[in-house]
């Protein structure tokens, strides 16, 4: 393990909060929902080895990635966990899916027919979900696709269908009129599979209303601490808790800019902190301070300080003309209990996904 001395930057991952996270999600299902653990992405940039630990460790019944490589992965960690992909049958790909007992969302007629073929194949049946389009528009079986499915189910025949499913596009919006539109076309999709069970919540949907909930729920962003209901206030504990160097302490004159492009003129004499973090590390060029737009902070303790001028590669700079006692090698937060991803995001224009899949390689991190 590195020594503090060595490293600039720190990033720690609660995998107690996590957990939290995923129990309060529980206790928001109904009866009979399991809650299933999306962990694309690394986990949402947290670590999916380590997060497919823990929430195997609690009895999380299946998982969901990205890409047959994120599979594969996980499977060489653990033999028997169930987990699927979203990306669907990768063209080719069948038989490593099979050997590895990966199951496919299947997206597509091709990819139906492709499964239902290696299933007969192998002699056995192969599990998989079918994914159906409600308004999307990305992947999933569109209409036309459904109704032919509908129509003729043999195709099926050779595949054990864990669940039928779809996703929602706006359930972050809770005023959205796209929501209830595509929980009334899964509604009359899923009548004509009545003994097939049935996943459409993400983390969003579990809170907007429990008819959403099915058998399975799909949260990921809310696991790691990302607000699910954006009107109210967050009810999920933080899991990253990012925090970086003070590499120096200077005081700008009036008439003097900072970093590059010059963007930022004072005013007045100026005492600013110069840190370890840059876009290199996650923290988005976008964080940098324009007019008409609220700046990002750093804090110091519970105490915020001011992104002033451009994010640089490696380096950002802060105002702490408020902040007499700070010195040269303290530690300013990033995300914490002060400031959650939701909140930086929203000083950037972005979205907490985004915050948390971009973050860096250069922190140490430690999980607890």
């Known amino acids: 393990m590195q020594d503090s001395m060595t490293y600039s930057g720190s990033l720690t991952i609660d995998l107690k909060a996590l957990e939290d996270n995923y129990r309060l999600l529980q206790s928001v299902a109904v009866q009979n929902c399991a809650i299933a653990g999306v962990i694309k992405a690394n986990a949402y940039g947290l670590g999916a080895i380590q997060v497919f630990d823990r929430l195997i460790t609690i009895g999380c019944p299946q998982f969901f990635v990205a890409t047959l490589d994120e599979a594969l992965a996980l499977r060489d960690h653990h033999h028997n966990a169930n987990i699927a992909v979203l990306g669907g049958l990768f063209t080719g790909a069948e038989n490593t899916y099979a050997a590895h007992n990966i199951t496919p969302v299947l997206n597509t007629p091709q990819d139906i027919q492709t499964w239902a073929a290696m299933a007969k194949s192998v002699q056995r049946k192969l599990p998989a979900f079918i994914h159906f389009d409600t308004g999307m528009n990305r992947l999933g079986l569109s209409a036309d696709e459904a109704k032919a499915l509908i129509d003729d189910q043999s195709i099926l025949e050779g595949i054990d269908v864990q669940a039928i499913m779809s996703h929602f596009a706006c359930a972050d919006d809770h005023t959205h009129a796209l929501t209830q539109s595509q929980a009334d076309q899964f509604a009359a999709i899923s009548a004509h599979f009545p003994t097939i069970k049935k996943s459409l919540a993400n983390s969003s949907g579990l809170f907007l209303d429990k008819a959403?909930?099915?058998?399975?729920?799909?949260?990921?962003?809310?696991l790691y601490g990302g607000n699910p209901t954006p009107h109210l206030n967050n009810p999920m504990k933080p899991?990253?808790?990012?925090?970086?160097?003070?590499?120096?302490?200077?005081?700008?004159?009036?008439?003097?800019?900072?970093?590059?492009?010059?963007?930022?003129?004072?005013?007045?004499?100026?005492?600013?902190?110069?840190?370890?973090?840059?876009?290199?590390?996650?923290?988005?060029?976008?964080?940098?301070?324009?007019?008409?737009?609220?700046?990002?902070?750093?804090?110091?303790?519970?105490t915020p300080c001011d992104v002033i001028g451009r994010v640089s590669m490696d380096l950002v700079t802060v105002d702490i003309s408020h902040i007499p006692q700070l010195k040269q090698g303290d530690w300013l937060e990033v995300l914490g209990f002060n400031q959650g991803v939701d909140d930086l995001a929203e000083t950037s224009g972005t979205i907490g996904y985004e915050i948390l899949t971009s973050l860096g390689a250069r922190y140490k991190r430690a999980y607890i």
């Open 212 to 222: 959403y909930h099915y058998d399975m729920a799909r949260p990921g962003y809310a």
């Open 239 to 302: 899991v990253a808790h990012l925090k970086t160097r003070v590499l120096q302490i200077r005081v700008c004159k009036k008439g003097e800019s900072i970093g590059y492009g010059a963007s930022y003129g004072f005013d007045k004499d100026t005492r600013t902190a110069t840190v370890a973090l840059g876009y290199a590390d996650g923290f988005l060029r976008s964080h940098s301070s324009y007019p008409h737009k609220p700046n990002a902070k750093l804090f110091f303790e519970d």
